[in-house]
DNA sequence: CACTTCATATAGCGTTGCTATAGGTGCTAG
DNA sequence: CTAGCACCTATAGCAACGCTATATGAAGTG
């Protein structure tokens, strides 16, 4: 099984690379293996993608396309917080499903770098978070909640990715992901005193009037009045409860 | 700076690998820069610890005891919850202090292989998580539960360490955490009662801001501000719906 | 045809983790 | 005292790694 066929070398050494990172059980996997598999030589490879990560991250990309695609087909359901619910299912059931792809979209971590593809999913969370806060159903500024459930979501998706296939829980998922969200939601009601439920009200609606602004532009205001208004309202929206 | 003195070579490859892995800022760390400056050649180090991996597990092994050394000490406080809230922070904390190390005990992940090092993490957080459970303060099982916070701790630990030091929000942390730990507690009454209007919009949104900042007004704004403040925020309110 | 530009190949550099083999050291037994 | 035996360490080198300096081919343009 090789790639010798039609296709051009750019092409041929992104499948063999995403062939063999999928079926590599762990494995590390050289250039020499993808340059082979792809039926070119090792100057070509650099020659398109500059490094081998350059060519792993364009692997990356493509996978991301296809993980965002199925997301986005079903996500305007009437309930935000359910759609959120679904994103975080299909994040896990994509790492679990090409868990070697998925380790080195998320698990590759090293100081300071960033992987670009953090950022995107972060993106994608948000913009999800947007619409529950525009419906006033969103505690927390939806930047930080996102931050917040995404990298909850990673850590239950590598930890059961560590997992021998026979022994995953994906309760773990269920259960880290409704505590995620029921905890940013508005959803709630504690019946343990209402010590914030006045402060907190502020806060919700400077939030849902934050992401409204910012879906809806309106025209009441001019451009500097209304930077200088988002940013009393965020520091608002921001405003710890504790 | 070398580790020549008379210590055994067991101890200064330890040393040595242990250094390098705390200043390598993130480049990795090969077999022989952890010989050369331990004094030894590579054979003595394989006689010891059989391999790279099996130095680096016994580098994590004592990083791990002065990890748990600390908790230990201060774990008996009276409230159970308040001791995993801790620890969850000394973890944070661990990581960020030592990102290098970290990354090497809870950051290389593959698949079915859980790294020996997370399953005695689980077996501390489960720990403080019993006694939570023999107070009547836990609404799942410490094990399920101490698996779920870790996961979302190590996430969250990952997020943290991958952004520069100096764009580093701990209140990711804190928010998390606190989002954990009270979706397992039985702090909690959810009465999943009735769903607000999703109406909302700007205008909807601003005027109950409005109100909410009259009846409780936040200190986050100085008076003069306030006022501006509430005039662009009657502005827009009574505009109407582009 | 001459010329540039892009794409691929040959060959090899420096480094990696690791090891086959052998030599040195200190101990106990005869 | 010496022979034998573990234990520990060093010399030297293998195979594989990521990557590249250099050269060759193909394609388009004047």
Redesign the interface.
């Known amino acids: 099984m090789s790639f010798d066929g039609q296709l051009p070398p750019k092409t041929r050494l992104l499948r063999a690379a995403a062939e063999l990172l999928a079926n590599s059980?762990?494995a590390a996997v050289s250039t020499r293996q993808i340059t082979k598999l792809a039926g070119v030589t090792a100057p070509t490879l650099y020659h398109h993608f500059g490094d081998k990560e350059g060519l792993f991250d364009a692997v990356v990309a493509a996978g991301f396309e296809e993980y965002v695609a199925d997301e986005r087909d079903f996500a305007p359901s009437?309930q935000p917080l359910e759609d959120i619910r679904r994103m975080w299912d299909k994040h896990v059931q994509f790492g679990l499903k090409q868990?070697?792809l998925y380790?080195v979209m998320f698990?590759n971590?090293?100081?300071?770098?960033?992987?670009v593809i953090?950022a995107d999913a972060e993106a994608l969370m948000e913009e999800l978070l947007n619409k529950a806060a525009?419906?006033?159903?969103l505690n927390?500024p939806p930047r930080?909640a996102a931050?917040?459930i995404?990298?909850?979501?990673?850590?239950?998706t590598?930890?059961l990715?560590?997992?021998?296939?026979p022994e995953r829980?994906l309760?773990?998922s269920a259960?880290?992901r409704?505590?995620?969200i029921?905890?940013?939601s508005?959803?709630?009601?504690?019946?343990?005193g209402a010590e914030d439920s006045?402060?907190s009200?502020?806060v919700v609606?400077?939030i849902?009037?934050n992401a409204?602004?910012q879906s809806?532009?309106?025209?009441?205001?001019s451009s500097s009045?209304l930077k200088l208004?988002l940013e009393?309202l965020h520091?608002?929206s921001t405003?710890s409860t504790s």
Do not use: C, Y
């Open positions: 059980a762990g009437g868990p070697e380790l698990g971590i090293r100081p300071g770098s960033r992987p953090v525009v419906a006033g159903q927390v930080e931050r917040s995404l990298a909850a979501n990673v850590g239950v590598l930890m990715i560590a997992e021998k296939a829980n309760e773990l259960m880290t409704d505590a995620m029921f905890a940013v508005t959803e709630q009601a504690r019946d343990n006045g402060k009200s502020v609606a400077a849902a009037l409204a602004l809806s532009h309106s025209d009441q205001l009045e208004f009393w520091r608002i405003s």
